[in-house]
């Protein structure tokens, strides 16, 4: 008769291999749902772009969005369509306020960056010029629209202290700019991801990334006994 062997007698390989798997299910699971909740967020933000008219709706689904992000990236729970859309109304005014000059300032600088590369060698410093402004907008975007969800401030304060924000943490802004470098990269060689993933990828993205920079940075404050 075959003896029943007892679990303790196992080998250890055996169980980490076990242990392994059930890891690589879970990564797998929550990598599946962050994807899924990027779809979620990017469908959301499009509909009330559009809802809004595009130039009205950008502003506040924009912040919507963002807010939305943060709440997700602290670990609350939430029902993503009813609290999308009071964010919505809530922002509708100072929403576009914050992010239709952002919108305005890189549609602008993107027609001259074209512009530019038109005129051949003759616009060479005048087209990498406004490619400067235009990762310089970036940067500072990436960390505005976070900050704008994250703290209560005036709204004329967001501008400035983004931009210092961007100015004095050089690795964290290139970490930004490589990232939505990635994504736009990625949407250029499949347009599809733009209207699916790619938006609400980048919001939620950005937002946790932000999220961590700023709790390291009111970490170094209190240590400083500045806050």
């Given at each position: 008769m075959q003896r029943r062997v007892p679990p303790s007698t196992f080998a250890?390989?055996?169980?980490?291999?076990?242990?392994?798997?059930?890891?690589?299910?879970?990564?797998?699971?929550?990598?599946?749902?962050?994807?899924?909740?990027?779809?979620?967020?990017?469908?959301?933000?499009?509909?009330?772009?559009?809802?809004?008219?595009?130039?009205?709706?950008?502003?506040?689904?924009?912040?919507?969005?963002?807010?939305?992000?943060?709440?997700?990236?602290?670990?609350?729970?939430?029902?993503?369509?009813?609290?999308?859309?009071?964010?919505?109304?809530?922002e509708f005014a100072r929403g576009s306020l914050v992010v239709l000059p952002l919108a305005g300032a890189a549609a602008l600088l993107v027609v001259n960056y074209f512009y530019f590369a038109s005129l051949g060698s003759a616009g060479t410093a005048f087209r990498l010029a406004t490619f400067a402004a235009i990762v310089a907008l970036v940067v500072v975007a990436a960390y505005l629209l976070p900050m704008y969800a994250h703290y209560d401030l005036r709204t004329a304060s967001y501008l400035p202290k983004a931009s210092l924000f961007a100015i004095t943490r050089p690795a964290a802004s290139v970490l930004l700019l490589f990232v939505f470098t990635a994504i736009v990269y990625a949407s250029a060689t499949f347009p599809f991801l733009a209207l699916v993933v790619s938006v609400g990828g980048w919001i939620q993205l950005d937002t946790w990334l932000c999220q961590r920079f700023f709790a390291e940075n009111e970490a170094r404050l209190h240590a400083k006994g500045l806050s």
């Open positions: 250890p390989s055996d169980r980490s291999s076990e242990t392994t798997a059930s890891g690589w299910a879970t990564r797998l699971y929550e990598a599946a749902d962050e994807v899924v909740w990027a779809a979620r967020l990017n469908l959301l933000w499009l509909v009330f772009t559009l809802a809004g008219g595009v130039v009205l709706g950008l502003g506040p689904a924009t912040v919507a969005a963002y807010t939305l992000a943060r709440r997700r990236a602290l670990g609350e729970s939430f029902h993503s369509l009813p609290a999308f859309a009071a964010a919505y109304r809530r």
